[in-house]
């Protein structure tokens, strides 16, 4: 790296959006996601924990976020939001909006894959998970706290990609950047988008959240807890961030959950 990571470094370079953020850099921890969900009922202010390596970190429906120092950037943030939990359903999909929009404007090509990929190449590139404190952790304040975790492979060894077992894409452009310079583009892009949810919802990012899906307009399969469920031309999302695919002139709507698509084989 040209840079080694440092919290004073990336607080330098925060919009006025994003530099209210509590940042903590530790070397290694299992899950920075589980580290903040078991804190947040401490945290008065939206906070940042970025591991240099992580040993446990999680993704969607159970699997493993499998990182190694200097091969991934994992982190997570805590963000309270005066909406109503049920209208933070779709955040998970503009989070993935930021994400591409800043990986696109640092020269990565990427693109979507409902509900929480970011793909390059048509692999996993990133990956999201927004979660909620469960009740024993949960602040008692009017606010409904989330935990977004995110998960980006900058330069892969070999021995890491095996373990992962799926196919999966680096950017090793982003590996040689100042990861200071790096964090800072993502935070100040999150912090925007997550003001503006706060103000407008969902509604704003679906043009390029539909945009920007790889699989917009093709024939998928949607799994639900690994069984295959319907095939369908996908129409893009709606205003709750459910996928829309049509088959016959009949429409359906799948929420997230255990949910996952993949192109229609024949």
């Given at each position: 790296?040209?840079?080694?990571?440092?919290?004073?470094?990336?607080?330098?370079?925060?919009?006025?959006?994003?530099?209210?953020?509590?940042?903590?850099?530790?070397?290694?921890?299992?899950?920075?996601?589980?580290?903040?969900?078991?804190?947040?009922?401490?945290?008065?202010?939206?906070?940042?924990?970025?591991?240099?390596?992580?040993?446990?970190?999680?993704?969607?429906?159970?699997?493993?976020?499998h990182s190694e120092e200097n091969s991934s950037l994992t982190f997570s943030l805590a963000w309270p939001f005066s909406r109503p939990e049920a209208e933070l359903a779709g955040l998970?999909?503009?989070?993935?909006?930021?994400?591409?929009?800043?990986?696109?404007?640092?020269?990565?090509l990427v693109m979507l894959k409902w509900p929480n990929d970011i793909l390059r190449d048509g692999k996993k590139l990133a990956g999201i998970?927004?979660?909620?404190?469960?009740?024993?952790?949960?602040?008692?304040?009017?606010?409904?706290?989330?935990?977004?975790?995110?998960?980006?492979?900058?330069?892969?060894?070999?021995?890491?990609?095996?373990?992962?077992?799926?196919?999966?894409?680096?950017?090793?452009?982003?590996?040689?950047?100042?990861?200071?310079?790096?964090?800072?583009?993502?935070?100040?892009?999150?912090?925007?988008?997550?003001?503006?949810?706060?103000?407008?919802?969902?509604?704003?990012?679906?043009?390029?959240?539909?945009?920007?899906?790889?699989?917009?307009?093709?024939?998928?399969?949607?799994?639900?807890?690994?069984?295959?469920?319907?095939?369908?031309?996908?129409?893009?999302?709606?205003?709750?961030?459910?996928?829309?695919?049509?088959?016959?002139?009949?429409?359906?709507?799948?929420?997230?959950?255990?949910?996952?698509?993949?192109?229609?084989?024949?």
């Open positions: 790296m040209t840079s080694a990571i440092r919290s004073n470094r990336i607080a330098d370079g925060l919009n006025r959006n994003a530099g209210k953020i509590a940042i903590d850099i530790v070397d290694e921890t299992g899950s920075t996601s589980t580290d903040l969900l078991q804190r947040v009922h401490t945290l008065s202010s939206p906070a940042l924990l970025l591991a240099r390596r992580q040993t446990a970190g999680r993704g969607r429906n159970g699997k493993t976020w998970s999909l503009a989070v993935g909006v930021s994400i591409a929009q800043t990986l696109r404007e640092l020269g990565v998970l927004v979660e909620r404190p469960s009740d024993h952790f949960r602040k008692k304040t009017d606010k409904n706290w989330v935990i977004i975790g995110i998960g980006i492979n900058l330069q892969l060894p070999d021995e890491l990609e095996a373990q992962i077992r799926q196919p999966v894409a680096e950017a090793r452009w982003l590996s040689g950047m100042d990861k200071n310079l790096l964090m800072t583009a993502f935070l100040n892009h999150l912090a925007d988008a997550f003001v503006l949810f706060e103000k407008e919802g969902l509604a704003p990012f679906i043009p390029s959240w539909n945009n920007l899906h790889a699989y917009d307009g093709r024939q998928v399969t949607v799994f639900q807890h690994a069984r295959e469920e319907q095939t369908g031309t996908v129409m893009g999302i709606d205003g709750y961030g459910r996928l829309i695919l049509e088959n016959n002139g009949h429409r359906m709507s799948f929420s997230t959950g255990d949910v996952s698509l993949r192109p229609f084989d024949g």
